[in-house]
């Protein structure tokens, strides 16, 4: 316990303080947090002044009751979320240690702490990772459920508290998930009658109570208004027609999310499990998969890895018809790294077979790594140290079709731009090399969990390079020095406006703690809300933004444009430039 701890604090307390807050989810997700705490409203939630009705609240509540602990900062902002991978660990270790004994428990949640997806998205401010929370409390419960004649109350209702949670945190694939896995191991091993055994009535009854109250007050808040053109559709339909259902089958509107394409969906899903994916092969070897097999009583152990494998299939098959992003997959992470667990505990103890894939599996990550650093090597000979104070945009490739994916920004960098990444780039290739080849040395010598250690600190080392390559990275994700600029400036009465979307420079309304206006016709994350006959003034055409500009009051821009087409032929003052974005001004403004 004391190491899952030890690696928890290296890899995810010690990055909670940088880099700053990005534009897009974390500072929207933020900014409905803080305003939910300056309005005293945790029913309805605000962002930039108008209703944000689109996400369950769960997370929204966490952030806000942090901020009322600790008031509004970046370390108060990812408190939560950092706590809850931590509670994550504690509960896949204890699953672990019940379903395979306390050594399945260990390596299960060190493979889950160390592994590269679980990680990449914690950086910002999404709920997937505490789906996966929820949904390995609902496996603990049910797998004690299959041990007991007659399931006690406190399991069932505890199954039924954590679907409730589940619902809280990301709505309805809160139940999808976990009621599609429990109803598909059921049928597989042909025991549906043990559904009957879950006290069905007092079970939901526990999972209204805690799940109903927000969804009905929140309808009761905010039902339809208006009629004819003017209407304004309520909460249920917005929230659970428009965000769930037409959002899963595409059709959502407004529209604005990119989809993986399937086959790099599935990939990615074993690549975030890196470095220990390398061991999947035979973790799933481990699952009792034959009909004949799964007809036969199971024991405790072959009833969790055919949960876990089916967890795992149920989250990924859920979107594989879905429209999907790159993190969809993450609450399917923690069933394979029980599966890794299982497999990686009893390694030093399985015949001479097993050990040929373990050295098999050893030289794949090795050769990959060999390859990767060959590689990287290159980039590191191509590129060129950057000139002091040099703005990283500069040296970029933009790639604007690729930004509504979670990792699109990524896919801009160049040789020369990473010359700004040197020293982070040497010390991941050799903490890579050395890892790797000392894991395949000690799999040699029959020691696997001396290799297992190195691979975890292998990974210790390795993320705290992420961390630090994601420090320089972030004034491009990050609009939070243009606001310092501003800042500087801002006088009550000034106007700030976006040329684009919201979603883009979210960062000014979080930092500046005051409503910005968009030059944008209505979408995005403000469209629905801006309907609301309460609604502050959000969005500007072009003849609107001209008469504001020439207007008495100071105006700022925010653009990504180094010459925006909206200030054609208008007087102009450039306040602030970095990481490729810009602040314009209607006058000059002393120093």
């Known amino acids: 316990m004391a190491i899952i701890l030890l690696v928890w604090g290296a890899i995810y307390l010690a ?3 940088s880099p700053a807050l990005l534009d897009d989810v974390d500072t929207i997700h933020a900014e409905a947090a803080r305003e939910m705490v300056q309005r005293h409203d945790w029913v309805t939630l605000y962002t930039d002044g108008i209703r944000y009705l689109e996400k369950a609240p769960l997370m929204y509540w966490a952030t806000a009751v942090s901020y009322e602990l600790f008031g509004v900062s970046e370390w108060s902002t990812r408190l939560p979320l950092v706590l809850g991978v931590l509670a994550l660990l504690l509960v896949t270790y204890v699953l672990g240690k019940r379903a395979y004994g306390e050594r399945t428990g260990f390596y299960a949640a060190v493979v889950l702490a160390t592994s590269l997806g679980p990680y990449i998205f914690t950086r910002f401010q999404i709920p997937d990772i505490i789906v996966g929370l929820w949904m390995a409390l609902s496996a603990f419960f049910f797998l004690i459920s299959l041990g007991q004649e007659r399931p006690s109350r406190w399991v069932c209702w505890g199954f039924a508290a954590t679907c409730a949670l589940n619902v809280l945190t990301k709505s309805l694939i809160g139940l999808v998930f976990p009621l599609g896995a429990i109803f598909l191991y059921l049928l597989v091993t042909r025991n549906l009658r043990h559904i009957l055994k879950l006290r069905l ?8 109570v ?6 009905v007050l929140a309808a009761l808040r905010n039902p339809s208004q208006g009629a004819g053109e003017h209407a304004v559709r309520g909460f249920l339909w917005f929230y659970f027609v428009n965000e769930q259902f037409l959002r899963y089958v595409g059709k959502r509107w407004p529209p604005g999310y990119d989809t993986v394409p399937l086959v790099i969906f599935w990939g990615l899903t074993i690549l975030w499990l890196a470095p220990w994916m390398v061991f999947l092969p035979q973790s799933v070897r481990q699952v009792p998969l034959r009909l004949r097999q799964l007809r036969n009583p199971l024991t405790g152990s072959q009833r969790a890895c055919v949960f876990f494998f089916i967890w795992a299939l149920v989250v990924v098959g859920f979107f594989t018809f879905s429209t999907r992003q790159e993190y969809y997959t993450l609450p399917a992470i923690p069933a394979l790294a029980l599966l ?3 497999w990686l505990a009893k390694e030093s103890g399985s015949p001479e077979s097993e050990f040929r894939a373990s050295k098999i599996s050893s030289w794949v990550l090795f050769t990959v790594v060999v390859l990767g650093s060959i590689v990287g090597v290159a980039l590191l000979l191509s590129s060129k140290p950057a000139a002091p104070g040099a703005d990283l945009a500069d040296l970029l490739k933009k790639n604007p079709q690729d930004y509504d994916l979670a990792l699109g920004h990524f896919l801009d960098l160049t040789p020369e731009a990473l010359g700004m990444f040197r020293p982070q780039l040497i010390a991941s290739v050799g903490s890579l090399l050395l890892g790797a080849g000392l894991n395949l040395w000690l799999r040699y010598q029959r020691k696997p969990e001396y290799g297992n250690m190195v691979l975890a600190g292998m990974m210790v080392a390795l993320l705290a390079c992420v961390h630090a390559a994601f420090v320089t990275f972030s004034p491009i994700l990050s609009s ?3 606001a310092a600029g501003i800042a500087q400036r801002y006088q009550p009465g000034d106007v700030i406006v976006i040329d684009g979307q919201y979603h883009e420079a979210s960062t000014l309304n979080f930092y500046l703690k005051t409503r910005v206006r968009v030059l944008h016709e209505p979408s995005g994350n403000l ?6 006959p309460d609604a502050p003034r959000v969005f500007e055409t072009q003849a609107s933004f001209d008469q504001l500009w020439a207007s008495p009051s ?3 821009l925010w653009t990504d444009q180094d010459h925006p087409k909206e200030l054609a032929g208008l007087p102009q003052y450039l306040l602030a430039r970095r990481g490729g974005k810009s602040i314009f001004t209607n006058r000059e403004l002393g120093p």
Do not use: D, E, M, R
């Open 15 to 17: 990055g909670i303080f």
């Open 201 to 208: 009535l007092s079970s939901t009854i526990v999972f209204l």
């Open 210 to 215: 805690i799940a109903a109250p927000w969804h």
């Open 340 to 342: 890794l667990g299982a």
């Open 480 to 482: 939070k020095q243009l």
């Open 527 to 532: 469209w629905y809300g801006s309907q609301w």
């Open 554 to 556: 100071t105006v700022f």
